[in-house]
Nanobody, 122 residues
């Protein structure tokens, strides 16, 4: 079945940078929009960013716009989330997900990874 595997999480100081990766397998990657969501302890899953299969359109959540950048490499079946100027409120488990069409709601996405923890220290 479809697999999405996130990597790149860890501990980073506020103001620092981190790059998350999500490697996809067993799907025609370029046909899917990809998204990143995050979930802090005790909170609901929150939309972070999304990108179309051709990379021509991107969406960002209001709290990350200008600091986080989503990109993808269809030849490598991988989507990335570059995190710059990170803040303690960026702490959470980051999930990548695949959808037939780009969207900002968790129910737009049919396949999900297991997540990678990002912790930002102040």
């Amino acid at each position: 079945q479809v697999q999405l595997v996130e990597s790149g999480g860890g501990l980073v100081q506020a103001g620092g940078s981190l790059r998350l990766s999500c490697a996809a397998s067993r799907l025609t990657f370029s046909r899917y929009a990809m998204g990143w969501f995050r979930q802090a302890l005790g909170s609901e899953r929150q939309f972070v960013a999304a990108i179309t299969g051709s990379s021509d359109t991107t969406y960002y959540g209001p709290s990350v716009k200008g600091r986080l950048t989503i990109s993808r490499d269809n030849a490598e079946n991988t989507v990335y989330l570059q995190m710059n100027s990170v803040k303690p409120e960026d702490t959470g488990v980051y999930f990548c997900a695949a959808a037939d069409k780009i969207g900002t709601m968790y129910y737009d996405y049919k396949y999900w990874g297991q997540g990678t923890q990002v912790t930002v220290s102040s």
